[in-house]
């Protein structure tokens, strides 16, 4: 079946300009992660949603970092008035509610870039 | 708190060869251990895991064990492909149901023929 897929898969935005990145987790997964990857590192956790509801966003960095999920299924990361260090590979993972929230499933990323 | 460390790469190996690439980590309570491979252009896949020590987590001709006692989950394989080529990463999700996942910095592997 089809994957978690992410729009767009490259962004270029202008420094203080606001970007929306889109994620379509799989078919009924349950929980829906965000992560940064910098270039050259691991991917570091974000936030994590279950259903419509955000449980954990203890790793968005700034308030300028907003995420929603608002009927349980697509998500939204939105980044207001982005900098240069936003500039990363930006990951939404899916997990199916049976295996409970160990086993992720990644989209292909999308690829921000802030000039 | 809780971290990954791997081996730096780039690890270049010849066709055949044994792998081994080293991770250990840090963290409180009873973490699950997971590795994650991305082929280039590709998103991250899952490789393999495991929940709780002593498990032995194996996919692909690649293997790892959870080893509480020198808190490591080391991948090997016995003879490696150029398919193979990928970046690595190993994880952990520090208590089950967090989803939280911690990666390492990832380790490049490149297989000549």
């Known amino acids: 079946g089809a994957g978690v897929s992410q729009s767009p898969r490259y962004k270029v935005a202008k420094r203080g300009q606001d970007v929306a990145l889109r994620c379509d987790p799989i078919?009924?997964?349950?929980?829906l992660f965000w992560y940064q990857q910098a270039l050259g590192q691991g991917p570091e956790f974000l936030t994590y949603?279950?259903?419509?509801?955000?449980?954990?966003k203890s790793g968005l960095p700034s308030d300028r970092f907003f995420a929603e999920r608002p009927e349980g299924s697509v998500s939204t990361l939105k980044i207001q008035r982005t900098q240069q260090e936003d500039s990363a590979v930006y990951l939404c993972a899916s997990s199916p509610p049976r295996q409970g929230t160990d086993t992720q499933y990644f989209g292909p990323g999308t690829r921000l870039t802030v000039l | 708190g809780n971290s990954v460390t791997q081996m730096e790469g780039p690890v270049t190996l010849s066709e055949e060869a044994f792998l081994t690439i080293n991770c250990t980590y840090t963290?409180?309570?009873?973490?699950?251990l997971f590795w994650y491979v991305q082929y280039p252009g590709e998103g991250l896949q899952l490789l393999l895991k495991a929940t709780k020590a002593d498990d032995k987590g194996s996919n692909k001709g690649f293997e790892a064990t959870y080893r509480k006692e020198t808190t490591s989950f080391h991948l090997e394989k016995g003879s490696v492909q150029v398919s193979d080529s990928a970046v690595y990463f190993c994880a952990l999700v520090p208590s089950r149901n967090t989803g939280k996942l911690i990666f390492g910095q990832g380790t490049t592997l490149q297989v000549k023929p």
């Open positions: 078919s009924g997964h349950v929980s």
């Open positions: 963290a409180t309570g009873y973490p699950s």
């Open positions: 949603f279950q259903n419509e509801a955000q449980l954990d």
